[in-house]
T-cell receptor, first 113, second 114 residues
Framework: AQKVTQAQTEISVVEKEDVTLDCVYE???????LFWYKQPPSGELVFLIR??????QNEISGRYSWNFQKSTSSFNFTITASQVVDSAVYFCALSPLTRNFVFGPGTRLSVLP | NAGVTQTPKFQVLKTGQSMTLQCAQD?????MSWYRQDPGMGLRLIHYSVGAGITDQGEVPNGYNVSRSTTEDFPLRLLSAAPSQTSVYFC?????????????FGPGTRLTVT
């Protein structure tokens, strides 16, 4: 079975703090893809990153970075120097090569000024 | 290039009524899908399609029907609305029928069933 767990339901930080959103996944497939999506208060879903199971290199994009560790089945997302505009619900998702997406329940991040 | 569009944006139905949520994409994507979003449950797959004329059930298909007569359009039909179908519905598409591609989402339809 495929499953994505985001244990942090809600996180609040003060602007300029760093914050890490946790994502743990379960799959028996050897080839799969992991994703992060952002859902700001306006409601749309914005694609942030896609990572395949054979690429464990960390990725950095501006203030965002992602840490993929196959050994712990985790794909964590860190925002450095958070800003109010980062306030959103963040979803982690898993897509094995031959199966549909499975989304985690989401983590609501509030960045306070 | 509009991406993925959905109509209507908001809808209120009475129990037992039927309606169709519209979804269209202009990116020539083969794969399209419908999700519902409920608090604390993330997005759950209702139905999906890997190309025109091909549809299949997702995790929560009961009470919904789909068809895919063209590459562009993927409407979702509620056959007899129930309060349990109160939710936000998202349509999404991705490049081809292989899994693992990022999905692009429409703006969502907020449905309330009274």
């Amino acid at each position: 079975a495929q499953k994505v767990t985001q244990a942090q339901t809600e996180i609040s930080v003060v602007e300029k703090e760093d914050v890490t959103l946790d994502c743990v996944y379960e799959t028996r497939d050897t080839t799969y893809y992991l994703f992060w999506y952002k859902q700001p208060p306006s409601g749309e879903l914005v694609f942030l990153i896609r990572r395949n199971s054979f690429d464990e290199q960390n990725e950095i994009s501006g203030r965002y970075s992602w840490n993929f560790q196959k050994s712990t089945s985790s794909f964590n997302f860190t925002i450095t120097a958070s800003q109010v505009v980062d306030s959103a619900v963040y979803f982690c998702a898993l897509s094995p090569l031959t199966r549909n997406f499975v989304f985690g329940p989401g983590t609501r991040l509030s960045v306070l000024p | 290039n509009a991406g993925v569009t959905q109509t209507p944006k908001f809808q209120v139905l009475k129990t037992g009524q039927s309606m169709t949520l519209q979804c269209a994409q202009d990116m020539n994507h083969e794969y399209m899908s419908w999700y519902r979003q409920d608090p604390g449950m993330g997005l759950r797959l209702i139905h999906y399609s890997v190309g025109a004329g091909i549809t299949d059930q997702g995790e929560v298909p009961n009470g919904y029907n789909v068809s895919r007569s063209t590459t562009e359009d993927f409407p979702l039909r509620l056959l007899s609305a129930a309060p349990s179908q109160t939710s936000v519905y998202f349509c999404a598409s991705s490049r081809d029928r292989a899994r693992g591609n990022e999905q692009y989402f429409g703006p969502g339809t907020r449905l309330t069933v009274t």
